[in-house]
């Protein structure tokens, strides 16, 4: 109980934009959160936000969210999550320029892993791979809220936006195994398979 006090004391403190969102539940879950309110003198709202920030951090642990792929696993194919969590700037950046990019550690070392010709999938949270390119093997980096160095990007030569994207399900229904899109980024040592699909679809259009 300390620890949902404590999650829900933070949420308050923390100013962030909050977007509407809605769930059907089971209806005793539905009631115990009621009376968990109650108990705790709280809304529904910050009892609901609470529990889904702790899940989520434990979905973070379980699938190791800030651990690196092992780099010789990636048979030069990467896909980039955009990250349009926290702000859609950095998404528009890097689909406007053709660039890969991370921020802040341990996730801004992904983009340095990224060798000269490898192939970086763009994906885009809850739409699917939106673009594609070749890393040049050579990671810039730029300051990122006054913290210096706090971006690694590399350009992408013969970038290529997506007329339609390619949604999650269908690249996993491609390749016949589950992928994971939620880490900053994540090799897949398979990824021709997708590439040859997207280039297929580009000249049937």
């Given at each position: ?10 949420s308050k403190k923390a100013k962030e ?8 539940m089971p209806r005793d879950l539905h ?94 949270n809850s739409v699917g791979i939106v ?75």
């Amino acid at each position: 109980m300390s620890t949902l006090r404590s999650l829900i004391q933070d949420s308050k403190k923390a100013k962030e934009e909050l977007i509407a969102s809605t769930v059907r539940m089971p209806r005793d879950l539905h009631l115990f959160i009621d009376d968990l309110a109650e108990h705790l003198a709280l809304s529904r709202q910050e009892i609901l936000l609470s529990l889904i920030r702790e899940g989520a951090s434990v979905a973070k642990e379980e699938l190791k969210w800030n651990v690196p792929d092992d780099e010789g696993e990636s048979g030069g194919f990467h896909v980039l999550n955009t990250n349009k969590r926290h702000t859609d700037e950095d998404h528009r950046w890097m689909m406007a320029d053709g660039v890969a990019a991370a921020f802040y550690d341990p996730w801004k070392f992904n983009i340095d892993r990224i060798k000269k010709g490898d192939i970086v999938f763009l994906y885009e949270n809850s739409v699917g791979i939106v673009a594609y390119g070749e890393g040049s093997g050579v990671t810039l980096k730029k300051d990122r809220d006054g913290d210096k160095d706090e971006c690694h990007y590399q350009e992408l030569k013969n970038f290529k936006r997506l007329p339609v994207p390619m949604p999650a399900i269908e690249v996993k229904k491609l390749l016949g195994r589950n992928v994971v899109f939620l880490r900053t980024m994540s090799g897949m040592p398979d990824g021709k398979k997708v590439l040859d699909r997207l280039r297929a679809g580009s000249k049937g259009a």
